[in-house]
Every structure is written in structure tokens, then in C-alpha cells.
């Protein structure tokens, strides 16, 4: 069976001592963001190989991947929904996506929302109504927060930045640090596509801006002028 040929293949690559490391690094101590995720120590392309040989996996065998308290686990789920949404029909795609909605709980960590919500959230709302994401960077859940503004950067790549540009500015007084990345992350990549755009977000918000968002917006500025904003 498919799935028992995932959990081998993941024991096989099992890695106690980078386990430890990404227990630091995704900070899984106490009363941190990561609090309690549980990894075994695997590569994000080894990762990638093994969703790549089982893409065909049927949803609900994706669905135990995701119920999985380790993270690698709900790591490979989420890349083979994205390799499945890639080519399926528009049906499929919808029950995709509800299916990814259903799941928000078990999303929870900032490298399982940007393999993700670009290419499932943002790809399926693209020329639809996007009041879903202003319900989710309402929410009082940060991943929700997270998944509606990293959905953004497949409009951004199809020259469409309103709506970053609005979810940003809803940002603007968020706690999380995680959440002034990225937005200034996608504010950056409206950066890329449309200068003129991201200057005139920096005009009107820079002072107010959390300063993690503001320079990370600014990166690809040249130094005489990410010192103007940053000194304002």
C-alpha cells in the first residue's frame, strides 16, 4: 500500500540529529510559535522526492499524513496536494482546495503555509471572490494570517497586487513577527514586478510600518534609499 511504503520510506530518512536541530530552529519549545511539533529529521528534498513518487496519493490517505503529529509528515501531505492541484481539473481543484480549508489546524508552522498557500489558496481564489482572505487576516489564528497573505504572491505573479497591498496594510499593527515577514516579503515581490507600486504602499505606511516588514520590503532598494524610509 501506498501509504506503508511512505511511512518506510520516511523511517529510512529518519534523522535524530537534524531532528534536534529543527526542533530549535522551527521553535518548538515553550510558548513558542512551534510548540510541540515533532520532527524526525528529514530534508525538505527528500521531501520533495517522496511526494513527487506518490503525487496519486487518494485524499484520504493525504488526510493521515496531515493528522500526523510530525511535521515532515504534514510537510509531504501539503507537496502533494500542490503536485495534484498542478494538474487537476477545475472540479478537482475545488475539492482541493475545501479539503485544504478543512485542514487549517494542521497547517500550523510557516514552511507548511508557503510550500502551500500560494499555490492551493492563491491559485484556486485567482478571478475569484477574495473575501476569504479577509476573513483569514482577520483571524486570531496567525497561520490563518499567514496562509491569507502568502496566497497573494500568485496574484502578485500575475501583475495583480491589490489585494497584497490591502492585506499588508491590515498587518501594519499585527504582533507576530512572522507576519510582519510576510507581508514584507510579498511587498518585496510586488517590488519586483511594479516599483512604482510598492513605493507608493512605502509613502503612505513606512512610518507606522513594523520595522522587520519595512526592511524586508526594502531589500531590493538601493542603500541611499532603504535609508531614507528606514530613517523616517
Known amino acids: 500500500m501506498p501509504l ?11 534523522n535524530p540529529a537534524r531532528a534536534k536541530a529543527n526542533r530549535w530552529f522551527f521553535k518548538t519549545g515553550p510558548g513558542e510559535y512551534g510548540e510541540g511539533d515533532e520532527f524526525i529529521g528529514i530534508t525538505v528534498p527528500q521531501i ?3 511526494a513527487k513518487a506518490h503525487k ?11 493528522n500526523s503529529p510530525i511535521h515532515e509528515k504534514r510537510l509531504l501531505a501539503l507537496i502533494i496536494l500542490v503536485l495534484q492541484f498542478s494538474k487537476a481539473t477545475e472540479r478537482t481543484r475545488a475539492r482541493i482546495y475545501r479539503f485544504y480549508v478543512k485542514n487549517f489546524p494542521r497547517i500550523n508552522n510557516w514552511d507548511l503555509v508557503d510550500s502551500s498557500a500560494p499555490n492551493i489558496v492563491g491559485a484556486y481564489l485567482a478571478g475569484k471572490d477574495k473575501r476569504p482572505l479577509y476573513e483569514w487576516i ?3 489564528d496567525m497561520w490563518r494570517r499567514r496562509i491569507a497573505m502568502l496566497a497573494t504572491l500568485h496574484d502578485i505573479r500575475l501583475d495583480n497586487y491589490t489585494h497584497a497591498l490591502r492585506l499588508a496594510e491590515e498587518l501594519l499593527k499585527d504582533k507576530e513577527d512572522l507576519l510582519h515577514k510576510a507581508a514584507g516579503w510579498m511587498l518585496r515581490e510586488v517590488d519586483k514586478r511594479h516599483r512604482p507600486a510598492a513605493v507608493a504602499f512605502l509613502n503612505k ?5 513594523p520595522r522587520t516588514m519595512l526592511r524586508y520590503a526594502l531589500e531590493r532598494f538601493p542603500e541611499s534609499e532603504r535609508q531614507r524610509y528606514l530613517k523616517k
Open 138 to 140: 482577520r483571524s486570531a
Open 4 to 14: 506503508a511504503q511512505i511511512e518506510r520510506g520516511l523511517s529510512a530518512l529518519a
Open 48 to 50: 520533495r522526492a517522496l
Open 205 to 209: 505606511h513606512s512610518k507606522q510600518m
Open 56 to 66: 496519486a496519493l487518494p485524499l484520504p490517505d493525504v488526510q493521515k499524513l496531515l
